[in-house]
């Protein structure tokens, strides 16, 4: 008799919380079954992995998945990460959340984060606009959009994000789009072994509200602009990969750095400055906790 095959992914979902709220068309579900396989490549221990959003479309991962998960307020994903992290080092803490939670309003925690080199790991869902809340221009949305706060197109310069976390000290820097869903797993399944701030741009298709108001089209068609229009230049200088509304979008991992991470800085510099009394105090410490 023949068995009915298990999608491998489907032990990862809250599939009684499904369908989602996404749009036909969006791409924030393959980057969600992206994520899933990477749990399954890299065996990471998921009762030591906690999953952090904030607000908006993407946001709305951190309810899907059957993970210990924090949906926090706007812009404030990466503080609460940081927090976890330094509570608690064990963890493995992955923000997922949106361009606009991100780079907006949660740009300050980005930047600072990626200084600090808090060993989190960030997946940012860029769809270049603040699709759950009307179409509004975002800091990423390139030049000439027709958004619903720039009807005649916009004209202030968007972000690069690559350039920006790689200048304030991101050590893995990678981006792709939603066509690309080998490359995302496994880049997702790298960083997880990576020690420090790394950062994964996943471009993903807004039909309802990037797409149709700009006339190109729904979510397959956005699939053959990314196949056409992508060149794949791994190790390029981030500084050359901004986006414009119709040229070319390069992906790779463009950032794959070693230095030290911030709990490693903190320890470091306890032992310079408290010497063997740091060293025994530690000691005492993990003997009471039966480490």
């Known amino acids: 008799m023949s068995t009915i095959p298990i999608n491998p992914v489907l032990p990862f979902l809250r599939t009684d919380r499904m369908p989602t709220i996404w749009c036909p068309g969006c791409g924030i579900g393959t980057t969600v079954n ?12 998921l009762k030591h992995l906690a999953i952090v959003s904030g607000i908006g479309c993407t946001g709305r991962v951190a309810g899907y998945v059957k993970l ?14 940081t927090g976890l992290k330094l509570a608690n080092p064990k963890l493995n803490v992955v923000v997922y959340s949106g361009d606009g939670d991100l780079s907006a309003i949660g740009g300050n925690h980005l930047i600072h984060a990626a200084r600090r080199n808090i060993d989190i790991k960030v997946i940012c869902v860029n769809n270049l606009i603040y699709a759950m809340t009307g179409g509004q221009t975002a800091p990423t949305t390139p030049g000439h959009v027709i958004t619903s706060t720039h009807p005649y197109g916009t004209f202030d310069p968007n972000f690069n994000l690559p350039h920006l976390v790689e200048a304030a ?18 880049s997702m399944a790298e960083v997880f072994k990576k020690p420090g701030f790394c950062f994964i741009e996943i471009l993903s298709p807004c039909p309802t509200l990037y797409q149709r108001r700009n006339k190109m089209g729904d979510g397959l068609d956005t699939m053959k602009f990314y196949k056409e229009h992508s060149k794949i230049k791994n190790g390029v200088s981030t500084s050359e990969v901004g986006l414009t509304r119709n040229g070319d979008i390069i992906v790779g991992k463009f950032v794959d750095r070693d230095r030290s991470d911030y709990l490693t800085m903190a320890h470091d510099q ?22």
């Open 68 to 81: 210990d998960s924090f949906h926090t307020t706007h812009g404030r994903a990466i503080p609460f990460a």
């Open 34 to 45: 992206c994520f899933a396989r990477a749990l399954l490549d890299s065996g990471v221990d």
């Open 270 to 291: 306890f032992v310079e400055a408290l010497g063997d009394r740091y060293v025994d105090e530690c000691a005492a410490e993990c003997c009471e906790e039966g480490i």
């Open 169 to 186: 000290g991101a050590v893995y820097v990678a981006r792709w789009t939603t066509f690309h869903v080998r490359q995302i797993a496994r």
